[in-house]
């Protein structure tokens, strides 16, 4: 077996284990809060795949943790950590809508791409200030972008609250963007989206160029030793800046998709914690584009499942956000330990080869 | 290298694109809703069978408050108890979940759905036409289509009591009101509160601090003690779970406060009364005519004349003071008494 498709076995037994783990857990909790575990993991899995509205339901959600999940998997890979997805998540969310409501009259096939463009724009310009900041002065770039979130977030806050807020509305929340901007459904009686298929594509699209081309290669040297590949001739900075920016503008792609995709005007908090949830799912995807379009979806099933199994059970509703995390924290745990499994099974079966093979040395 | 870079960014523009393709279902929501024409019943199905029925509430807050969102749950199981259906209920939803988690109910065969707070108003305009099987309650809010129907207070009337009882009680001329926002519901009372204690006194000043947030304890305290400082001796905390940091800021400051929408004489001695809105018989009396067949088309306005809203016991008045309110109410009632209320 080559070391490649090992590290994958491994990787995939390593996760098998940590949801186990996970459940186990879950159950234990359930238990003791006197409701029947099994029940609620079919309720659960019912909730996440079970009829075409919860499936969609589901991939709706996966949606901008994939795209998301993408530029943060992207950044950490090239050895950039930015952690300011939900800034640039929710000013990319901002120009889409602002440029949803207030064109009007274009046909759908250019104003859904200029929306997207806007989004991706604000989205890497705000992911630009601590890319910049890292490679001209050298200051801290998690520390930067984790910051500029709240300026971001509390700066599009305040936009719904006064001059971008619908006129008369009770809720903080901007006007409707015009249907031409509006993306069409995929799948009947759920909310799913083209998005959906443009998160795919994207997927395929960032394979090839980060794994097939000569950017990618740089990309992904930059990001395995930065001093090696300087001295090598590459252009070390300005690889990290098109990872950052890159990065945000996905990021930014993420938030237009939501409001584009079906919630169609925006509120305050239209998306809350997002931006770090797609750390999770890039992480969890062990930084890879099929890892992360998995990883989103799981995501986004467990999200979606959670909704009906809360409904169904009546779990309270803090009890999700206990699972969702315990499910996060094993998995991570568990794929971040890098356990060779194969190596430790086979070392039961093969203890006295290995006996004598030490003997020999 | 360079162009098979831009081959594949090309390829990039064109996944943008296709985002923008294939629209042959296009705009299905933004269609006005295939609504029965206004006025008049609509449901008129007859009687249903409560053990197929299925109702369902959604709260913006904790459904343990010990206030409104605590009202809606237990008119949730008065309905369970009264009239033998299941119910569900989903606690904690933000206005961005919101049309999410009605949807999922719809989904999963709930008949009727509340959706507890004047937010819901929006969510459920743009939910209720997928769903034309499923009903749609939004309390608080002043909307109405096809299978949505609104109900709402006469939001004015307590506030104007309160008013009246807090400038009873000031020693120092000055009242305080720390309300979330000033969202029309809201600024009703916030008026009548003004005008009822400028009734009692006319030269009372009045002092608002809005918390931006219905249950932000903290911040709530802090606009307590910020409305103290001022020399505010009576403070009405209109909000849900945060008024807990109000009674608290009056007990460290030795003043009184005021109640809102159940009677909170019980989690502080601070609270001399309370504005009562009797949530729980909206609910179920909404449910009551939605088994029944006899649910009304439009937003139903509920107040002082129908028992849905009133005062507390007075525990911090003296007798005359109390009878002074309660004749005040009775003039309201019997019409001699004019209070601008918003519906």
């Given at each position: 077996?080559?070391?490649?498709?090992?590290?994958?076995?491994?990787?995939?037994?390593?996760?098998?284990?940590?949801?186990?783990?996970?459940?186990?857990?879950?159950?234990?909790?359930?238990?003791?809060?006197?409701?029947?575990?099994?029940?609620?993991?079919?309720?659960?899995?019912?909730?996440?795949?079970?009829?075409?509205?919860?499936?969609?339901?589901?991939?709706?959600?996966?949606?901008?943790?994939?795209?998301?999940?993408?530029?943060?998997?992207?950044?950490?890979?090239?050895?950039?950590?930015?952690?300011?997805?939900?800034?640039?998540?929710?000013?990319?969310?901002?120009?889409?809508?602002?440029?949803?409501?207030?064109?009007?009259?274009?046909?759908?096939?250019?104003?859904?791409?200029?929306?997207?463009?806007?989004?991706?724009?604000?989205?890497?310009?705000?992911?630009?200030?601590?890319?910049?900041?890292?490679?001209?002065?050298?200051?801290?770039?998690?520390?930067?972008?984790?910051?500029?979130?709240?300026?971001?977030?509390?700066?599009?806050?305040?936009?719904?609250?006064?001059?971008?807020?619908?006129?008369?509305?009770?809720?903080?929340?901007?006007?409707?963007?015009?249907?031409?901007?509006?993306?069409?459904?995929?799948?009947?009686?759920?909310?799913?989206?083209?998005?959906?298929?443009?998160?795919?594509?994207?997927?395929?699209?960032?394979?090839?160029?980060?794994?097939?081309?000569?950017?990618?290669?740089?990309?992904?040297?930059?990001?395995?030793?930065?001093?090696?590949?300087?001295?090598?001739?590459?252009?070390?900075?300005?690889?990290?800046?098109?990872?950052?920016?890159?990065?945000?503008?996905?990021?930014?792609?993420?938030?237009?998709?939501?409001?584009?995709?079906?919630?169609?005007?925006?509120?305050?908090?239209?998306?809350?914690?997002?931006?770090?949830?797609?750390?999770?799912?890039?992480?969890?995807?062990?930084?890879?584009?099929?890892?992360?379009?998995?990883?989103?979806?799981?995501?986004?099933?467990?999200?979606?499942?959670?909704?009906?199994?809360?409904?169904?059970?009546?779990?309270?509703?803090?009890?999700?956000?206990?699972?969702?995390?315990?499910?996060?924290?094993?998995?991570?745990?568990?794929?971040?330990?890098?356990?060779?499994?194969?190596?430790?099974?086979?070392?039961?079966?093969?203890?006295?080869?290995?006996?004598?093979?030490?003997?020999?040395? | 290298?360079?162009?098979?870079?831009?081959?594949?960014?090309?390829?990039?523009?064109?996944?943008?694109?296709?985002?923008?393709?294939?629209?042959?279902?296009?705009?299905?929501?933004?269609?006005?809703?295939?609504?029965?024409?206004?006025?008049?019943?609509?449901?008129?199905?007859?009687?249903?069978?409560?053990?197929?029925?299925?109702?369902?509430?959604?709260?913006?807050?904790?459904?343990?408050?010990?206030?409104?969102?605590?009202?809606?749950?237990?008119?949730?199981?008065?309905?369970?108890?009264?009239?033998?259906?299941?119910?569900?209920?989903?606690?904690?939803?933000?206005?961005?979940?919101?049309?999410?988690?009605?949807?999922?109910?719809?989904?999963?065969?709930?008949?009727?759905?509340?959706?507890?707070?004047?937010?819901?108003?929006?969510?459920?305009?743009?939910?209720?036409?997928?769903?034309?099987?499923?009903?749609?309650?939004?309390?608080?809010?002043?909307?109405?289509?096809?299978?949505?129907?609104?109900?709402?207070?006469?939001?004015?009337?307590?506030?104007?009591?309160?008013?009246?009882?807090a400038?009873?009680?000031s020693?120092t001329g000055k009242i305080g009101i720390i309300?979330?926002?000033?969202?029309?519901?809201?600024?009703?009372?916030?008026?009548?509160?003004?005008?009822?204690?400028?009734?009692?006194?006319?030269?009372?000043e009045v002092y608002?601090a809005?918390?931006?947030?219905?249950?932000?304890?903290?911040?709530?305290?802090?606009?307590s003690?910020s409305l103290i400082s001022k020399g505010c001796d009576v403070l009405l905390?209109?909000?849900?779970?945060?008024?807990?940091?109000?009674?608290?800021?009056c007990?460290?400051a030795?003043i009184k406060?005021?109640?809102?929408?159940?009677?909170?004489?019980?989690?502080?001695?601070?609270?001399?009364?309370?504005?009562?809105?009797?949530?729980?018989?909206?609910?179920?009396?909404?449910?009551?005519?939605?088994?029944?067949?006899?649910?009304?088309?439009?937003?139903?306005?509920?107040?002082?004349?129908?028992?849905?809203?009133?005062?507390?016991?007075?525990?911090?008045?003296?007798?005359?003071?109390?009878?002074?309110?309660?004749?005040?109410?009775?003039?309201?009632?019997?019409?001699?008494?004019?209070?601008?209320?918003?519906?």
């Open positions: 077996m080559n070391k490649r498709a090992r590290a994958m076995v491994n990787y995939l037994i390593s996760i098998v284990i940590a949801l186990l783990l996970a459940f186990a857990i879950i159950g234990a909790l359930l238990l003791w809060q006197g409701v029947d575990p099994v029940e609620t993991f079919m309720a659960l899995f019912q909730g996440a795949f079970i009829g075409k509205s919860n499936l969609g339901a589901s991939l709706l959600l996966a949606t901008p943790l994939i795209l998301g999940g993408l530029g943060i998997a992207l950044s950490f890979r090239c050895g950039i950590f930015n952690i300011g997805g939900e800034g640039q998540l929710y000013l990319g969310a901002f120009a889409a809508t602002w440029l949803g409501v207030n064109l009007v009259g274009l046909p759908f096939w250019l104003h859904i791409p200029i929306c997207f463009l806007g989004s991706m724009i604000f989205g890497g310009l705000w992911a630009l200030i601590p890319g910049y900041l890292k490679i001209s002065k050298g200051y801290n770039e998690t520390v930067t972008s984790v910051l500029l979130n709240y300026v971001g977030v509390y700066f599009v806050n305040y936009a719904l609250s006064s001059f971008f807020k619908e006129p008369g509305a009770l809720n903080h929340q901007s006007p409707k963007i015009q249907t031409s901007a509006m993306l069409s459904k995929i799948m009947s009686g759920s909310e799913l989206n083209t998005s959906f298929l443009m998160a795919l594509l994207i997927v395929a699209l960032f394979f090839l160029i980060f794994y097939k081309t000569d950017v990618g290669f740089k990309l992904r040297a930059v990001g395995q030793n930065a001093e090696a590949s300087r001295t090598s001739g590459i252009h070390t900075r300005k690889y990290l800046l098109l990872a950052i920016i890159v990065s945000g503008a996905l990021s930014g792609l993420a938030g237009s998709a939501q409001v584009m995709g079906y919630q169609h005007l925006m509120v305050q908090n239209f998306s809350p914690n997002t931006g770090y949830d797609i750390i999770a799912v890039a992480l969890m995807g062990n930084l890879h584009p099929i890892g992360v379009l998995i990883a989103g979806i799981f995501l986004g099933a467990l999200r979606s499942g959670a909704s009906v199994m809360q409904i169904m059970m009546g779990v309270p509703v803090t009890i999700l956000y206990i699972i969702q995390g315990v499910i996060i924290l094993s998995i991570l745990g568990f794929s971040r330990a890098n356990i060779d499994f194969i190596g430790l099974v086979g070392g039961l079966f093969r203890k006295k080869e290995s006996q004598s093979m030490a003997k020999e040395a | 290298m360079k162009r098979k870079l831009m081959a594949l960014l090309l390829a990039g523009a064109l996944a943008v694109g296709l985002a923008a393709c294939s629209r042959n279902v296009g705009t299905e929501d933004s269609a006005p809703p295939a609504s029965s024409p206004t006025g008049g019943t609509t449901e008129t199905t007859g009687a249903k069978d409560p053990s197929e029925v299925k109702v369902a509430l959604v709260c913006g807050g904790a459904v343990n408050d010990g206030g409104w969102n605590a009202s809606a749950y237990e008119g949730l199981q008065r309905i369970e108890e009264t009239l033998g259906v299941e119910t569900a209920y989903t606690e904690k939803v933000a206005v961005a979940e919101m049309p999410q988690v009605i949807r999922t109910y719809a989904r999963q065969g709930f008949d009727l759905i509340f959706g507890h707070g004047a937010e819901f108003g929006e969510p459920m305009s743009t939910v209720a036409p997928e769903f034309p099987d499923t009903t749609f309650v939004a309390v608080n809010a002043n909307v109405e289509a096809g299978n949505l129907t609104g109900t709402v207070f006469k939001f004015g009337e307590c506030g104007y009591f309160c008013g009246m009882a400038a009873m009680v020693e309300p979330p926002d000033d969202a029309p519901n809201n600024k009703a009372d916030i008026d009548t509160y003004e005008l009822g204690a400028k009734a009692v006194n006319p030269d009372i608002t809005f918390t931006g947030s219905w249950d932000d304890l903290p911040k709530a305290k802090e606009a003690e905390a209109m909000g849900d779970a945060y008024a807990v940091g109000v009674y608290q800021a007990e460290n030795g406060a005021i109640g809102w929408v159940s009677d909170q004489h019980d989690l502080s001695d601070a609270v001399i009364c309370s504005g009562l809105q009797s949530v729980g018989d909206v609910y179920v009396a909404t449910a009551e005519r939605y088994l029944e067949g006899t649910m009304e088309q439009g937003v139903q306005v509920y107040g002082m004349p129908d028992g849905a809203q009133g005062m507390s016991e007075f525990y911090g008045l003296t007798e005359e003071q109390a009878a002074e309110v309660e004749a005040a109410m009775q003039d309201y009632l019997d019409g001699k008494l004019e209070i601008p209320t918003l519906y």
